[in-house]
């Protein structure tokens, strides 16, 4: 993932930027997890844990005869001290192996849409996994943002901001509608008893989430990527998304979880 958008941004916007995404996220994914019932004993690995509070909640879960690994590509947000049974793992997922049918639970946030190759870091995802055990894949689906607005009048500069910033990502291969072919994807392995759960929300100018696309947009404006973006129409977008009376409809929220048959699990044969 060396082509990661927020890769040179400094640790401390960083790790709030991860922080606001866990404050608005992490309620979601817990409650994806409960409908599944994560056991005691369980071995779990955590894939590009970030700032760690999904790891942390995983590893009060499973207690003392449980293990956690969590692992990202640079773990300058991860501390395990306070849990023995939490291991932090430096880990590429596109390039560096895992252990075959090693855990019984594995979670995937917001990763697979940065990847090159999302075939290749499912299909060891998939192996990684016991047979009978669950994986859960949460990313986005950014087809509904920004398709509604209110005011019409303000939507304008949020909608062009994002479609010049849209053009820019896919340049660096991230893929904003992921979400919507996971259940394929899954089903293509061979898992069982699939779930779908999209979540869509109606947000306002100055909440997290608005918070969140500004701080992205940013990063991209840093970085020069988008730099032949008209300035008066940015400075429009960001003032709208800061403004409590602009609401919009924010990108789908899109979890797929199953369990593992017990058979092979045959490789992908269709991109993502």
Same mark, same amino acid.
């Given at each position: 993932m060396s082509h990661y958008y927020a890769n040179a941004e400094k640790d401390s916007l960083e790790l709030s930027r991860r922080k606001l995404v866990e404050g608005i996220q992490d309620d979601i994914s817990i409650d994806r997890f409960h409908r599944i019932g994560i056991r005691n004993g369980w071995k779990c690995l955590e894939v590009g844990a970030g700032a760690g509070s999904i790891a942390?909640?995983?590893?009060?879960?499973?207690? &003392?005869?449980?293990?956690?690994?969590?692992?990202?590509?640079?773990?300058?947000?991860?501390?395990?001290?306070?849990?023995?049974n939490l291991e932090t793992r430096k880990h590429n997922i596109e @390039?560096?192996?895992?252990?075959?049918?090693?855990?019984?639970?594995?979670? +995937?946030?917001?990763?697979?849409?940065?990847?090159?190759?999302?075939?290749?870091?499912?299909? $060891?995802?998939a192996i990684a996994l016991k047979p009978h055990g669950y994986i859960v894949l949460e990313e986005p689906d950014f087809s509904t943002f920004p398709a509604e607005g209110q005011p019409q009048n303000s939507l304008a500069s949020v909608r062009q901001v994002f479609r010049y910033m849209e053009a820019v990502v896919s340049s660096k291969r991230m893929n904003l509608y992921l979400g919507r072919n996971l259940p394929q994807a899954l089903d293509n392995l061979g898992f069982e008893d699939i779930?779908?759960?999209?979540?869509?929300?109606?947000?306002?100018?100055?909440? $997290? &989430?608005?918070?969140?696309? +500004?701080?992205?947009?940013?990063?991209?404006?840093?970085?020069?990527?988008? @730099?032949?973006?008209?300035?008066?129409?940015? &400075?429009? &977008?960001?003032?709208?998304?800061?403004?409590?009376?602009?609401?919009?409809?924010?990108?789908?929220?899109?979890?797929?979880?199953?369990?593992?048959?017990?058979?092979?699990?045959?490789?992908?044969?269709?991109?993502?």
């Open positions: 942390y909640w995983l590893s009060e879960q499973v207690g &003392a005869t449980g293990h956690v690994t969590a692992t990202d590509i640079n773990l300058r947000f991860l501390h395990s001290d306070e849990y023995s @390039s560096d192996a895992l252990e075959e049918n090693a855990f019984d639970f594995i979670h +995937c946030r917001n990763v697979l849409m940065h990847l090159e190759n999302s075939l290749n870091a499912l299909n $060891k995802l779930v779908i759960d999209e979540r869509y929300t109606i947000e306002h100018g100055g909440s $997290k &989430a608005a918070s969140i696309h +500004c701080r992205g947009w940013s990063i991209l404006m840093k970085s020069g990527t988008a @730099s032949a973006l008209p300035e008066e129409v940015y &400075a429009s &977008a960001i003032e709208h998304m800061n403004d409590p009376g602009f609401s919009f409809k924010n990108a789908a929220n899109v979890g797929v979880w199953a369990r593992k048959s017990a058979g092979a699990v045959p490789k992908l044969l269709a991109s993502l």
